[in-house]
Antibody, heavy 118, light 107 residues
Framework: EEQLVESGGGLVKPGGSLRLSCAAS????????MNWVRQAPGKGLEWVSF????????YYADSVKGRFTASRDNAKNSVFLQMDSLRAEDTATYFC???????????WGQGTLVAVSS | DIQMTQSPAFVSASVGDSVTITCRAS??????LAWYQQKPGKAPKLLIN???SLQSGVPSRFSGSGSGTDFTLTISSLQPDDFATYYC?????????FGGGTRVDIK
């Protein structure tokens, strides 16, 4: 079964950092680009970042550019999102999602909640 | 950035009704559009890509149409499992963007 599992969320103070992980199983992660998408409580979906299969293309939403860094370790079947200089408006559930080749999202993880508050 | 505008934001319907959701892009995205279904507390699920291509396992009562800037998602005979929030997403260019969502509730 193809599965994505996020981890690393939690409560952090403004200005703090967190590193999210997304572990893939049931398919070869190395063949796929991956995305991070977030959803603030009670709100809609917001795309955050894209990383190509070999990390040669990485894109970010303007709202996180310069603060978030996407990376991956294909040998460990994992992708990561390093989040620095966190703000209250970054509070959301963060999902990783597999790119199906044309920038739409196939399997998604269950999400991990990030709360930024003092 | 390409803005995606969905309407209506909320629709109340009964089992067996036909429901149509509209998504408008701020510029031409050809057929680079996907539709997702999300239930409370769950991750979104891809229903349709390339504007009209139904994902494997998705019931045929779901259909998508459109190209350019105007798109529709139609649920032909609403079933209890279909009450959820639906999002469109443009895949034409980065940054990828979603519509604001349409919540389909039971009348």
């Amino acid at each position: 079964e193809e599965q994505l599992v996020e981890s690393g969320g939690g409560l952090v103070k403004p200005g703090g950092s967190l590193r999210l992980s997304c572990a893939a199983s049931g398919f070869p992660l190395s063949r796929y680009s991956m995305n991070w998408v977030r959803q603030a409580p009670g709100k809609g979906l917001e795309w955050v970042s894209f990383i190509s299969s070999r990390s040669d293309y990485i894109y970010y939403a303007d709202s996180v550019k310069g603060r978030f860094t996407a990376s991956r370790d294909n040998a460990k079947n994992s992708v990561f999102l390093q989040m620095d200089s966190l703000r209250a408006e970054d509070t959301a559930t963060y999902f990783c999602a597999r790119d199906e080749g044309d920038n739409w999202f196939g399997p998604w993880g269950q999400g991990t909640l990030v709360a930024v508050s003092s | 950035d390409i803005q995606m505008t969905q309407s209506p934001a909320f629709v109340s319907a009964s089992v067996g009704d036909s429901v149509t959701i509209t998504c408008r892009a701020s510029q031409n995205i050809r057929s680079w559009l996907a539709w997702y279904q999300q239930k409370p507390g769950k991750a979104p699920k891809l229903l349709i890509n390339a504007a009209s291509s139904l994902q494997s396992g998705v019931p045929s009562r779901f259909s998508g149409s459109g190209s350019g800037t105007d798109f529709t998602l139609t649920i032909s005979s609403l079933q209890p499992d279909d009450f959820a929030t639906y999002y469109c997403q443009q895949a034409n260019s980065f940054p990828l963007t979603f519509g604001g969502g349409t919540r389909v509730d039971i009348k």
